[in-house]
């Protein structure tokens, strides 16, 4: 059983493949055995039985009349399991209708009186008979013949069929073991070209010569080595990009510090303070949303399911939150419209990407504007929208206002550029994209984002 379980294992496919081959061979081999030894059995039988249904027809009128003494029956001879050419004969016997045996021939074996007509096995000291009786007008005639010469010469005919394979089944092995190694060749070079790697080599591997049932597997490598490539580049931009944008607002605490040294009066330290602490609250912010960047470009390696969401809830609790700083700009924040279908997705990313759409809209919006949330129906489809009537983006840079760390140039609001760019990265987590345009209603910017309703 072990044997079994090791050759089955998947440990190695060409093992199993020469396994699988050799067993296949001897399951032929043993139904042609089987098939081969039916067969010779089945036509020696009928061979056999022909011969003695013959033999009594030719006795009818040739076996010694009643009345007559019967022949003295031969002389006991030892017998043994296997077949003698004498083994092959049939013996005879003839016996009247009142019970008088008056033919044997040479046998050692007493066949009963009571003889079934026609054919019938019987099985006579420890030994099977086929047996053919014919009833006569004076006597009954019995032709008999031992079975197992019939089952040894079928058994010698099967094996004579099965030997020519057990002799060629070496050869069969190498041909299989050969066959089998040079069709996973090209399995050995792949793992080859990938054991030889460096571990920031991404480069596709060949899919020459390679047969149609690995092809598939190499050919999702490759598109796993480009979205690997595509994270590390995208990673390494990130980096550079996060690094030259906090150069500079370590560079300002660090002159802020400095000037708070110098502070000669309490009035000059009061203000130093003060622009040290809102130079500390621009840093924190930059690292907060950096991470939350980071995290939401991460989140789909994460492989986290994606569960029924209800876009009007979280867009009522995103405009209670920043209802506050609506408030201290004398900005009009409000839901207008609220539907409770549900979308497939990530409630949390969703709700920092409204957040995030919101607060730049509220920046951005002059005192005393307007800013709407909605969430609507629109042919199979939840529509999110974040309309203003702040100063809006030209069409010139509503492409580049979704990239990282751009501002629209001669903005004079604070600000890193990382808002937009973290709510893109949420919108392609659920296979969306953020639209700019201008509102109708109100005059500004709109961003929406459209995602499939939930069914069901």
Do not use: C
């Not at 571990?199 to 999702?220: C, T, W």
Request: without cysteine; neutral net charge; hydrophobic residues 45%.
């Amino acid at each position: 059983m072990n044997g079994l379980a090791r050759l089955f294992s998947p440990r190695s496919l060409r093992t199993r493949l020469i396994g699988l081959l050799l067993l296949a061979i001897v399951f032929a081999a043993g139904v042609q055995v089987a098939v081969v030894y039916r067969q010779a059995r089945a036509e020696a039988d009928s061979i056999f039985d022909y011969h003695m249904e013959q033999m009594a027809q030719a006795l009818r009128a040739g076996v010694a009349m009643p009345g007559l003494p019967p022949p003295m029956p031969p002389p006991l001879v030892p017998r043994d399991d296997r077949p003698t050419p004498e083994a092959f004969d049939f013996f005879v016997q003839a016996w009247t209708h009142e019970g008088l045996r008056v033919f044997q021939s040479g046998t050692s074996a007493d066949l009963p009186q009571r003889a079934t007509l026609g054919f019938s096995n019987l099985e006579i000291d420890g030994r099977p008979y086929r047996v053919y009786s014919m009833q006569t007008r004076a006597q009954v005639i019995q032709v008999a013949q031992d079975m197992r010469p019939r089952q040894a010469m079928a058994r010698a005919l099967a094996w004579r069929t099965v030997w020519p394979i057990v002799g060629i089944a070496p050869l069969l092995m190498l041909v299989a073991w050969a066959v089998v190694s040079a069709s996973l060749a090209p399995v050995a070079r792949v793992r080859r070209q990938v054991a030889a790697r460096e571990a920031d080599e991404l480069a596709e591997v060949s899919e020459a010569g390679l047969p149609d049932e690995i092809r598939p597997l190499v050919h999702e490598l490759n598109l796993l080595f480009g979205r690997v490539r595509q994270a590390f580049d995208a990673q390494k931009n990130f980096v550079a990009e996060a690094a030259h944008e906090l150069r500079s607002p370590l560079a300002a605490l660090r002159l802020q510090v400095q000037g708070l040294q110098r502070a000669r009066d309490d009035a000059t330290r009061e203000v130093a303070v003060e622009r040290l602490l809102t130079g500390i609250d621009r840093a924190t912010r930059l690292v907060e949303q950096l991470l939350v960047l980071a995290r939401q470009q991460a989140r789909p390696a994460g492989g986290e399911p994606p569960q029924p969401v209800v876009l009007a809830t979280l867009a009522a609790q995103v405009v209670a939150d920043l209802v506050p700083l609506a408030v201290s700009k004398h900005i009009d924040l409000g839901l207008v419209e609220a539907d409770a279908g549900r979308v497939h997705g990530h409630a949390e990313p969703l709700r920092i990407l409204l957040t995030n759409l919101v607060d730049n809209a509220l920046k951005y919006t002059p005192e005393g504007g307007t800013v709407d949330v909605s969430v609507r129906r629109e042919a199979g489809q939840q529509v999110l929208a974040v309309e203003d009537n702040g100063p809006g983006i030209s069409e010139a840079d509503r492409a580049r206002v979704l990239d990282r760390f751009y501002r629209v140039p001669g903005s004079t609001t604070t600000g890193s550029g990382l808002g937009l760019a973290i709510a893109s990265a949420i919108a392609q987590l659920h296979g969306a994209t953020l639209e700019l345009d201008r509102s109708p209603r109100l005059g500004g910017l709109r961003i929406g984002l459209r995602l499939p309703l939930r069914t069901g």
